[in-house]
């Protein structure tokens, strides 16, 4: 079993910058793809970001292009979020989740094995 633990979440003003950290414990990191979603309050979990096991493909949703970025740290076992630009809309509990699958789509939330509590983003206008 793996644990993922998501933290960096706050309060912030429009324009300004947060990086989310996605600490993952137990099982071997660095073997799967793994990606950020988000959820806003009445609002289905969205994909924000993914990236592959080696780091060296990453896909963002149309809303986050250009202003986030994906990483990771396969010797420390963590998940990192660059988020800046941000926008009111940007508000949202946001989520790590890693795939072992090998066919399934970073994209969609259901192909994912655990995800972690989350952390909230607030975003001031």
């Not at 996605?22 to 979990?45: D, I, S």
């Not at 963002?60 to 963590?78: E, P, Q």
């Amino acid at each position: 079993q793996v644990r993922l633990v998501e933290s960096g979440g706050g309060l912030v003003q429009a324009g300004g910058s947060l990086t989310l950290t996605c600490a993952a414990l137990g099982r071997t990191f660095a073997n799967y793809r793994m990606g950020w979603f988000r959820q806003a309050p009445g609002k289905e979990r969205e994909f924000v970001a993914g990236i592959n096991w080696r780091g060296s493909s990453t896909s963002y949703s149309d809303s986050v292009k250009g202003r986030f970025t994906i990483s990771r740290n396969n010797a420390m076992s963590k998940l990192y979020l660059q988020m800046s630009s941000l926008k009111p809309e940007d508000t949202a509990i946001y989520y790590c989740g890693i795939m072992y699958s090998e066919t399934g789509d970073l994209r969609n939330r259901d192909d994912y094995a655990f995800w972690g509590q989350g952390t909230q983003v607030t975003v001031s206008s």
